[in-house]
Nanobody
Framework: QVQLVESGGGLVQAGGSLRLSCAAS????????MGWFRQAPGKEREFVAA????????YYADSVKGRFTISRDNANNKVYLQMNRLKPEDTAVYYCAAGGSYCSGYGCYNPLMYEYWGQGTQVTVSS
């Protein structure tokens, strides 16, 4: 069982930055692929970024590539999402997720690959 708690959301002007954090419980954090997803009002939940266990290969949605960076600290059971050059369309609730199964490429984009989810943190980008 893994429990995830996100933090770091808030209100920021377009062009600004935020850093989201996700703290995970449990001793086996390093064995999980970690992902960030987001859901805007009236829209489906969408993939943002993922970082694999082991070598830590990263994946990004095209909409955030070059602006967002995912990283993980296995010693402290944390995963981060650094968000730069934020846009109003980035406004959403951001969720941290953990998945124990192997994934590669677009497979890591699939929310079904993640068994554990946090409660979400709101990010609002004003224009």
């Amino acid at each position: 069982q893994v429990q995830l708690v996100e933090s770091g959301g808030g209100l920021v002007q377009a062009g600004g930055s935020l850093r989201l954090s996700c703290a995970a419980s449990g001793r086996t954090f390093s064995t999980y692929n970690m992902g960030w997803f987001r859901q805007a009002p009236g829209k489906e939940r969408e993939f943002v970024a993922a970082i694999r266990r082991g070598g830590g290969r990263t994946y990004y949605a095209d909409s955030v590539k070059g602006r967002f960076t995912i990283s993980r600290d296995n010693a402290n059971n944390k995963v981060y999402l650094q968000m730069n050059r934020l846009k109003p369309e980035d406004t959403a609730v951001y969720y941290c997720a953990a998945g124990g199964s192997y994934c590669s490429g677009y497979g890591c984009y699939n929310p079904l690959m993640y068994e554990y989810w946090g409660q979400g943190t709101q990010v609002t980008v004003s224009s």
